[in-house]
């Protein structure tokens, strides 16, 4: 049980250590030197966190349910390791298509993996949701013109398409 809770709370990898042991190392130094304003970035990180929980917890729900909802044969069909290009360009342009953050779509596109879809399919949706990502295109107009905004998500269509198609052909 004690390991369990040493591992929930440092993790279980070197880098989530590094990251956590680093946090705890700086807010020590800065708690000494201004604890007002570490008090308060706490807070803050406090509270972005709060926000985050219910979409992480939401996501990981919607990924362990993706392969009781989908059938393992129509993953396999679709995005398996035979599905050719074809799959690999479907891949691609359902991932840029995933609205929300890593926290939300990264433990999706895992579960297509788990649920029948092969390692190009994965990789594809991967690609297409960084490369396309639907989820900026309001930010992206808030900062550019529209023009720029098109480039951009026709760009990255244009990448996932052919980095879907490509991980195929490796």
Known sequence: MLESAIDIVFGTSLTHRVVVLTAIAVYAV?????????????????????RLFTLIVAAMALASAIGALVPVAAVERTLGATAGPSGGVLAGVLGGLLPGGPYAVYPVIDSVGAAGGGVAAVLALAVGYGAIGVGRIPYGLVFFESRIVAARVLAGLAIAITAGAGVYLL
Do not use: E, H, M, S
Request: glycine share 10%; proline share 5%.
């Open 30 to 50: 800065w708690f000494v030197r201004d604890a007002p304003t570490a008090w308060a970035n706490l807070r803050d990180g406090a509270w972005t966190f709060g």
